[in-house]
């Protein structure tokens, strides 16, 4: 606790000592967090990371945790989100500026209002523009990378990096951003369209969302990436007979089977007893490894 007290003063954002992560997941899952961190900006950010340093203490940049699976012991060390305060966003005809905070849907909103078009079929999916860039997120044929022109990074080292597109590499759910690397702001180019166009691209992947994914309850939306080659991990799962299957408040969902889902006050534990028997049960019936989209954070395997 003494390394915090030096952290409480030199901090101008927000700071939540053993904050329970479920208040931060879509889960609605995860322990606490030793503190759990709001900065006011980048300035403040970097007076935290230069603090952390030097106290050795860990740190874990997390968005709006939509793809986190946080374990039921919480996570030491330092949990940063730029959720609430990192919310610029700043259109420049077709080139938009976003602090990593912004959530995706709202710039999905004020790019299509603008008829500019590109993300729009990224309507629905949760999280931050920071998550979203780490993930890579995409639907229905398009991923936030296509578009991306820029990005500024703060790291844990305290060093600013402003990268082209073209220095990092995106693939399918995955970047090469690293653990150490905080994305502050990003800046797209998007075109313009006329607003028929959009709003029927936009309508067909709300759609789509709806019918296929089991909306009503918490989840992180799929839990492991699909395979290369025919099968969707969701149809695999099914096939080994999981489809339903339950263990605590935690199921494997009766509707998409690559989605898990928290019907009350399910443990990271039953969720990761889940993906422990599907990627069991697949592989030893297809011999495929089924590789997790959804991002563990404070279990000791991980590490
Ligand atoms: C119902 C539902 C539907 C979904 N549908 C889709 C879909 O169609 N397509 C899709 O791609 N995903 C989908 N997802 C998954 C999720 O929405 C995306 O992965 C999203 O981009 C995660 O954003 P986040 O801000 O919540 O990131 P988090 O879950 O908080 O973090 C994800 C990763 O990014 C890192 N990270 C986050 N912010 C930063 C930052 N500023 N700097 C450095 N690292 C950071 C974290 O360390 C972590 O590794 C869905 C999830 C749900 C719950």
């Given amino acids: 606790m003494n390394a915090f007290k030096k952290l409480i003063k030199i901090t ?9 992560m479920r208040k931060h997941t879509s889960y609605g899952i995860g322990g606490p ?13 970097l007076r935290i990371l230069n603090y952390a340093k030097e106290k050795l203490l860990s740190v874990h940049f997390i968005g709006s945790g939509s793809n986190l699976l946080v374990s039921d012991d919480g996570i030491r060390g330092l949990v940063i989100s730029p959720k609430k305060s990192f919310k610029e966003i700043k259109f420049n005809n077709n080139l938009v500026f976003a602090e990593s905070g912004v959530m995706l849907g709202s710039l999905v909103r004020k790019s299509t209002k603008r008829n500019l078009t ?12 920071g998550g979203a860039l780490v993930m890579n997120a995409g639907a229905f044929g398009s991923e936030i990378s296509n578009y991306l022109t820029s990005v500024s990074i703060i790291r844990t080292d305290g060093r600013l990096i402003k990268r082209r597109a073209n220095q990092i590499d995106f693939s399918y759910r995955n970047s090469t951003f690293e653990k150490d690397e905080f994305i502050l702001s990003a800046t ?39 395979p290369n080659g025919n099968f969707a991990a969701g149809y695999l799962i099914e096939q080994v007979g999981l489809k339903g299957y339950k263990i605590g408040n935690a199921q494997i969902s009766d509707h998409h089977a690559n989605f898990f889902v928290n019907h009350g006050n399910a443990r990271a534990d039953d969720i990761m007893s889940l993906i422990k028997i599907s990627k069991e049960k697949v592989f030893q019936k297809f011999n495929i490894n089924l590789e997790l989209e959804v991002k563990p954070l404070g279990f000791s395997e991980e590490e």
């Fill in 118 to 129: 590109g993300l729009e079929t990224l309507i629905g999916v949760p999280g931050t523009i």
């Fill in 188 to 226: 797209f180019e998007l075109s313009e369209a006329s607003k028929d166009n959009i709003n029927e691209k936009k309508e067909i992947a709300s759609q789509g969302r709806k019918t296929s994914q089991p909306l009503k309850y918490r989840s992180a939306g799929s839990v492991f990436k699909n």
């Fill in 33 to 45: 967090a030793e503190v759990y961190i709001i900065p006011q900006d980048s300035d403040d950010l």
């Fill in 12 to 20: 101008k954002g927000t700071l939540l000592f053993e904050e329970p």
